[in-house]
């Protein structure tokens, strides 16, 4: 990601402050103002382009990509349409995911039976961690 500013002060000693409506928040260690990275303006990181479009061909929706990152489906729609992804058509294993901290993480993973017959994709969210997790194998 690139160095993230304060919009207040321009500080670049910013941390991260948890996660709202699947946006990262930042709190300016100069003057302590909260901010969001949707706040930086139009220009959206391609780290959540990037993200989108990983989410897009693997068969999640619009709605649902806004939910998870908090940009808008009209920014997904024209990435898709910028850069020409085509995802799988009939795509009949829709993944599940979850949102986990770390810690939630490495307890979801001890559990054998929530690794057995199914793939998953873990992907950096923020501070926090998405499993992507496909049933396919699964016999039903
Ligand atoms: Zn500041």
Redesign the pocket.
């Known amino acids: 990601m690139q160095p993230i500013a ?1 919009p ?4 670049s000693k910013v941390v991260k402050s948890g996660i709202i409506n699947g946006r990262q928040r930042f709190r ?1 260690k ?2 302590s ?1 909260h901010f969001t990275v949707q706040k930086l303006g139009k220009a959206i990181d391609k780290y959540y382009v990037v993200k989108a479009l990983q989410l897009y061909i693997e068969g999640v929706s619009y709605r649902e990509i806004e939910r998870i990152l908090g940009i808008s489906h009209v920014s997904v729609m024209n990435w898709v349409r910028q850069y020409r992804i085509k995802a799988p058509e009939n795509y009949d294993y829709r993944p599940t995911y979850k949102i986990f901290n770390h810690a939630e993480l490495v307890n979801f993973m001890t559990k054998n039976s929530n690794l057995k017959d199914s793939s998953m994709l873990v992907t950096e969210l923020g501070d926090k961690y998405m499993v992507i997790q496909w049933e396919r194998f699964k016999h039903r």
């Open positions: 304060c207040k002060c321009d500080s300016c100069s003057c103002y």
